[in-house]
């Protein structure tokens, strides 16, 4: 009755010590954020993105159908994106290790061992059979697997955060790179109708000198612009195949996969009003995965603490064996030969030269660097959404004043050229309100792109790109 007793008491220890875990606790680290945005205060008043869904699928918002197919495929096929749900499967993995210390470890075992003793009578040879069972189970009194599970399951966290962090960047750069795609596209163009304007006017001057009219001044201005016309054509067509192939690197395919689809030169992407975004600054704490990711990390470092100061402590266990053994192989199986064991077991580390207190200080360390990292990054966050909110708003402006620029060197080449045709000024006017046209036209183009790459980059700043209700976490 008594060995009941101490048997059942045994059973009991692990229900007794589920509460007791050393190390500290997580808390959530602190984040001193604005109560609003600064560069809001120049915005239009509707906001940038007024839903959650409208944020995490952004790139809509810009109504070509072409960039959202872009993204989707890029979703399905991108590289890193595929290392990244490669990273959540091993930490799920890593967590079932950890997980599996919790329990008790059962092993069988069976020999046979045939033996000859020079003390046994006559030089008996004799044989055993062993076949049994053997179990052994760490109480986990001061939570040190907990801990270790604590951990692993903020590790998996981290890797779910950091898949959401690649499509967050893998989005953005899809976006940026079609945006750049489009401006070079209608770069090259109007370098192209630029040359074609600057051989027209040179072919006139060359027939205008041919009859006394110009000299030689004004055909070596016009052969000027011809040979500078044509200069910026070469960079402009390498460029577009170079994000061309950047894009095609971003699908996870060769380079020029993407040539025949992105080839027909289509208008930039229709932009979003550049208005203040959607919520508040405290809302990247939610909403940034790399954020996310950061406090994840904080926490697999303070459970970490916790597994290192468990070694402080001894270790319970309760191991036990059951089987059965013979001489005689047909006897093996027996119940009256059946042999077991059952008992607990302790044992503590005494002295170890201070190896589980550095143990401990380590993870101690690692613990300020991560939250040290959390800051840093809530902080760059804050600075990635003011600089592309500011970014946008103030290249409107410029954009707006480009227009009208553009609309002047308009009326002023066509005046030049009146003034010219009446012979009451020099071709060199006219080359110069070409040459200013073509100027003012081409920054408008890339006005327009930054214009909208600083709305990719805002979107990105904000953490869009993802959404909760996702399934796909491999």
Not at 53 to 81: C, I, K, Y
Not at 214 to 243: F, H, Y
Not at 405 to 415: D, Q
Request: glycine share 8%; with cysteine.
């Amino acid at each position: 009755m008594q060995q009941k007793k101490v048997f059942l008491c045994w059973l009991c220890l692990p229900l007794l010590a589920v509460g007791c875990m050393v190390g500290p606790d997580f808390q959530r680290p602190p984040a001193r954020v604005p109560a609003e945005w600064a560069g809001a205060n120049g915005a239009r008043a509707q906001p940038l993105a007024q839903t959650e869904q409208e944020l995490a699928q952004w790139w809509t918002l810009f109504n070509d159908p072409l960039l959202t197919t872009l993204v989707e495929r890029a979703m399905r096929a991108n590289l890193e994106l595929g290392k990244a749900e490669a990273r959540i499967r091993q930490a799920r993995a890593a967590r079932g290790v950890a997980a599996g210390g919790l329990g008790p470890n059962v092993d069988g075992s069976g020999s046979y061992r045939r033996s000859r003793s020079p003390v046994a009578p006559d030089g008996v040879v004799s044989d055993l059979y062993q076949f049994g069972f053997d179990a052994g189970w760490e109480l986990d009194f001061f939570g040190g697997a907990r801990r270790s599970l604590e951990a692993a399951d903020a590790d998996l966290e981290a890797a779910v955060e950091g898949r959401r962090d690649v499509l967050v960047t893998l989005t953005a750069e899809v976006a940026s790179n079609y945006i750049n795609l489009r401006a070079l596209q209608q770069r090259l163009a109007l370098a192209q109708q630029n040359l074609t304007t600057q051989e027209h006017s040179g072919a006139l001057t060359r027939q205008r000198q041919q009859g006394g009219l110009v000299g030689g001044l004004e055909r070596a201005a016009a052969e000027g612009q011809v040979a500078t016309a044509a200069s910026q054509i070469a960079p402009l067509e390498a460029a577009v195949r170079q994000t061309s192939y950047s894009l095609s690197l971003l699908m996870g395919q060769e380079p020029t996969a993407l040539l025949a689809e992105l080839t027909p030169v289509a208008g930039m992407p229709a932009l979003p009003p550049p208005g203040p975004p959607a919520g508040l600054p405290s809302d990247l704490l939610r909403r940034r995965p790399d954020i996310r990711q950061a406090e994840a990390r904080i926490h697999g470092s303070t459970a970490r603490i916790g597994v290192a100061t468990a070694d402080l402590f001894p270790r319970f266990t309760l191991v036990g064996s059951v089987g059965t053994q013979s001489s005689d192989f047909g006897k093996t199986f027996n119940w009256d030969n059946r042999v077991w064991s059952f008992g607990p077991s302790v044992s503590w580390r005494l002295f170890d030269t201070g190896r589980s207190q550095a143990a401990i200080a380590l993870q101690q360390a690692l613990r300020e660097e991560d939250l040290l990292s959390y800051q840093q990054t809530v902080l760059i966050a804050l600075q990635e959404a003011e600089n592309a909110m500011i970014a946008a708003v103030k290249e409107e402006e410029h954009g707006q004043a480009l227009g009208r620029a553009v609309v002047a060197n308009r009326l002023a080449l066509a005046l030049a050229t009146t003034v010219y045709s009446a012979g009451q000024t020099d071709f060199l006017a006219v080359l110069d309100a070409q040459r200013s046209l073509y100027a003012a036209e081409d920054a408008l183009v890339q006005s327009n792109r930054a214009q909208a790459t600083d709305m990719v980059a805002l979107f990105k700043a904000l953490g869009g790109g993802w959404s909760e209700a996702e399934q796909k976490q491999e």
